[in-house]
């Protein structure tokens, strides 16, 4: 009997995949679809030979893997934009402008400040059954390196969307209880 209670407690504590949120300005959470989970990256380790004996040591440099996420596209004829709009202007706003659209007085800096204000703070957060953050990914220097519109098909009957690629500097964990009790990695 108390393998089944112990069973049923790992059962409740199991994380599902669909639970999260993204939270980015301007960025409705409720149409994104997937995201990716910060990934850090480790250097290769380094060899060095004493006699006939080889060692290892960390190559102590991190790099974190660019992550990625997809909105879903809407349509309502009272709006006149799209998702896909909305973040195209987050890029355009502060960086970028199409060769036509350039002049003297509204020249713009493709700068890592500027792309980083245009996105606003990206947070990932697991949410539980209950509706509670347990886990929180905060991605620092984050910006948009990359924008790809999906591939429209007359096979397919899935919904459109947009995947945003993010770059940022490093990620921080940070776990929660339903104490209140927080640690972060």
């Not at 290892?56 to 009272?78: A, C, H, L, M, Y």
């Not at 703070?121 to 790809?148: C, H, K, M, R």
């Not at 519109?149 to 940022?168: A, D, E, N, R």
């Amino acid at each position: 009997m108390s393998e089944l209670i112990e069973q049923s407690i790992y059962q409740q504590s199991l994380q599902s995949g669909f639970r999260f949120l993204l939270r980015i300005q301007d960025v409705p959470f409720a149409l994104v679809s997937d995201v990716g989970r910060p990934s850090p990256v480790f250097d290769n380790p380094r060899q060095y030979q004493l006699l006939n004996w080889k060692f290892k040591f960390p190559g102590g440099i991190v790099t974190w893997q660019d992550i990625s996420f997809t909105i879903r596209e809407t349509f309502d004829n009272g709006i006149v934009d799209s998702i896909s709009g909305i973040m195209l202007d987050k890029y355009k706003k502060l960086s970028y402008d199409n060769p036509n659209q350039v002049s003297a007085t509204n020249l713009k800096n493709m700068s890592k400040s500027s792309l980083m204000q245009s996105l606003g703070d990206v947070i990932i957060q697991l949410i539980n059954p209950e509706g509670n953050v347990y886990e929180q990914w905060t991605l620092y220097g984050a910006f948009v390196s990359g924008i790809t519109f999906s591939k429209l098909s007359y096979t397919s009957s899935g919904l459109i969307g947009t995947t945003m690629k993010i770059s940022y500097d490093w990620a921080a964990l940070t776990y929660a209880n339903e104490n209140g009790f927080e640690k972060t990695y």
